[in-house]
């Protein structure tokens, strides 16, 4: 017999039982008791954690979804920058010698800059002066289907001279050749090329940024050799569409970690050099042979 059992079976004679018996019996049952208080709360406390833990899972699967939404919302906007950006650039290599130094002095005049557009003739290798916080940018602009040498660079050194400019620029759709960068830095010339002027036109489709985030100075201005950089990968581009014999944009920017406009920057020349034919600009074109 149990000693639990021995004192229920006492229960029914507790005048039998001596004071201290009477005493431990009390203690006993009052430990069972608070034991069975116990196991409630154990059983109620699980209970609320399980409740926990199925909400928080519900929130960590709805913060899940809301992120893959926020990334899908961020690709998309990036997709109608990138393609936004893509259309600008068209635009530009559209214009003619004059319309670009139109098109490049309202770009500055919206992120604050004073411009004038010198006359059509006669304007002493400067197109564009360009005034902010004092002072003065004389600005050659070069629409080109090929990179800009030396030449420029004398002309607006020699420009900014007539027109007393504290700096010179040469601003071009494209790039520039290794004697033209070597004349800008003998003559302090900053050279403005086609990934500069295609930020400069970001941040005109960037209303957030524009006018407070960018401001063009001469410390931040000089030539990167982003041509080299592009030359490269360009290289790249054309050794891969050799291989797979069909090119289109989507095929590089998953290929190669690019954007879309950039993609189809590579598509256009691969086009003009004959490497590939030509076609609507989102169908896949076939390699020349």
């Not at 199925?54 to 961020?74: F, G, S, V």
């Not at 214009?95 to 992120?111: H, V």
């Not at 690019?258 to 989102?282: S, T, V, W």
Request: proline share 2%.
């Amino acid at each position: 017999m149990s000693f639990k059992d021995f004192f229920h079976k006492k229960d029914k004679h507790k005048h039998q039982l001596s004071t201290e018996e009477q005493q431990l019996y009390k203690r006993i049952q009052l430990a069972e008791t608070k034991y069975q208080q116990l196991m409630m709360n154990i059983v109620k406390l699980q209970e609320e954690q399980e409740q926990l833990n199925a909400m928080i899972a519900k929130h960590k699967e709805t913060n899940r979804l809301l992120l893959a939404e926020m990334d899908d919302y961020q690709g998309y906007i990036q997709n109608m920058k990138d393609f936004a950006l893509f259309t600008e650039e068209k635009h530009i290599q559209q214009l003619d010698g004059y319309q670009f130094e139109s098109y490049l002095a309202e770009l500055l005049s919206m992120i604050g800059y004073n411009t004038f557009v010198t006359n059509a003739s006669g304007d002493q290798g400067i197109d564009i002066i360009a005034e902010k916080s004092g002072v003065k940018f004389g600005i050659q602009c070069k629409l080109y289907h090929s990179s800009v040498g030396n030449k420029a660079i004398q002309e607006c050194f020699t420009g900014i001279k007539i027109y007393e400019c504290d700096y010179g620029i040469v601003c071009t759709n494209n790039y520039f050749t290794p004697s033209a960068k070597e004349a800008a830095e003998k003559t302090d010339i900053e050279l403005w090329d086609h990934d500069y002027l295609m930020g400069l036109v970001a941040q005109k489709l960037d209303k957030k940024a524009l006018g407070h985030s960018f401001e063009p100075t001469p410390s931040s201005t000089k030539s990167s050799g982003a041509v080299t950089k592009t030359d490269d990968l360009f290289d790249q581009v054309v050794t891969f569409t050799k291989s797979v014999q069909s090119i289109s944009i989507s095929m590089l920017t998953q290929k190669f970690p690019i954007q879309y406009n950039r993609a189809a920057r590579f598509i256009d020349q691969m086009a003009h050099l004959g490497i590939i034919a030509e076609g609507a600009e989102n169908e896949p074109r076939k390699v020349r042979h």
